[in-house]
């Protein structure tokens, strides 16, 4: 596993706005992974999935969201954010 002063210098670098290479890609997400996967609030999800961000209860958007994805249950769709208007 990498140490503090390796995620130091790959933040260092990705604010330079320079890539990490694959491996180090590869090697973070593994290790977010393994750490998200223990948290209460982290669910899991089927295979391949649409993201899709807030709509702000914006009924409009849901449909169009199904007219450009597909309809569910042909689509899985993960909702980022509040899907119900305030």
Sequence with gaps: MPSHGDL?????????CK????VEV??????ARAILVEEWNVQPVKCPVTVCGDIHGQF?????????????PDT???????????
């Excluded at 210098?9 to 604010?15: D, G, P, S, T, V």
């Excluded at 590869?26 to 290790?31: N, R």
């Design 19 to 22: 890539p990490l290479p694959e």
């Design 76 to 86: 899985n769709y993960l909702f980022m954010g509040d899907y119900v208007g305030r």
């Design 8 to 16: 130091d210098r790959q933040i260092e670098h990705l604010m330079q």
């Design 60 to 72: 409009h958007d849901l449909i169009e969201l199904f007219r450009i994805g597909g309809n569910a």
């Design 26 to 31: 590869k090697t973070l997400c593994e290790q």
